[in-house]
């Protein structure tokens, strides 16, 4: 039973280009939250999606990043035009039931995004 | 919000002996508490969890306490092993809400 599936594991990006990350939730798992890490610090919620909707995006800077969940496929955390503060781990999430009924999150590796 | 500290960012313990991670939490309407692990390179983890109807919880050489009152909670390691180095995180996280608040962190090595 697979788990949390990301790619890719590394990305470099020069400032001003896009970075896509994409992340495979556990089967049998419909909620997805992404979840970014700096250096020496915590993680810090961006988003929550189920299939085809976007949940909470609290989390999320209001430009340049967008996150989707479609019908098929992964989920995908899109960042246009980088800039070197986005370097960071981006950590994907998913779980079985609603956050409301267990909490319990199971986590990816993580696609770290290293900005020129 | 809320607002997850905690304490220490680094812990070194030599093979054998305990080590005690210890975290706060702001919102008094938080009710889960789990604890991560993550090792170099990886993921976090999901070692043992609590929920604010109990206060305590063990599961081998991992317990965990909650205080609601006081509103902090623990990590305890005995008989501390090699492999348990790695950076531990506590989060917290209230009904209904679509997210976990992560604390900064600790940096265990322990000492073969």
């Known amino acids: 039973n697979a788990g949390v599936m990301q790619n890719p594991r590394h990305l470099v990006r020069r400032r001003g280009q896009e970075a896509r990350l994409r992340c495979s939730p556990m089967?049998?798992?419909?909620?997805v939250y992404w979840y970014r890490q700096l250096p020496e610090e915590g993680l810090k919620f961006m988003v929550y999606l189920q299939k085809e909707n976007i949940i909470d995006e609290s989390g999320m800077p209001k430009e340049r990043f967008s996150a989707e969940f479609p019908k098929e496929g992964p989920s995908i955390l899109r960042i246009q035009q980088v800039v070197r503060g986005d370097s960071a781990a981006y950590f994907c999430?998913?779980?079985?039931?609603?956050?409301?009924?267990?909490?319990?999150?199971?986590f990816g590796e993580g696609s770290r995004l290293t900005v020129l | 919000g809320e607002n997850v500290e905690q304490h220490p960012s680094t812990l070194s313990v030599q093979e054998g002996d305990s080590a005690v991670i210890k975290c706060t939490y702001s919102d008094s309407a938080s009710n889960y508490f789990p604890w991560y692990k993550q090792e170099l390179g990886k993921g976090p983890q999901l070692i043992i969890d609590?929920?604010?109807?109990?206060g305590e919880k063990k599961d081998q050489r991992i317990a965990v306490t909650l205080n609601k009152t006081a509103k902090h909670f623990s990590l305890h390691i005995t008989e501390t092993q090699p492999e348990d180095s790695a950076v531990y995180f506590c989060a917290a996280k209230r009904t209904g809400a679509n997210n976990l608040f992560f604390g900064t962190g600790t940096r265990l090595t322990v000492i073969p």
């Open positions: 999430a998913s779980s079985a039931e609603a956050p409301g009924r267990t909490g319990e999150l199971f």
């Open positions: 089967k049998g798992h419909s909620h």
């Open positions: 609590i929920r604010s109807n109990v």
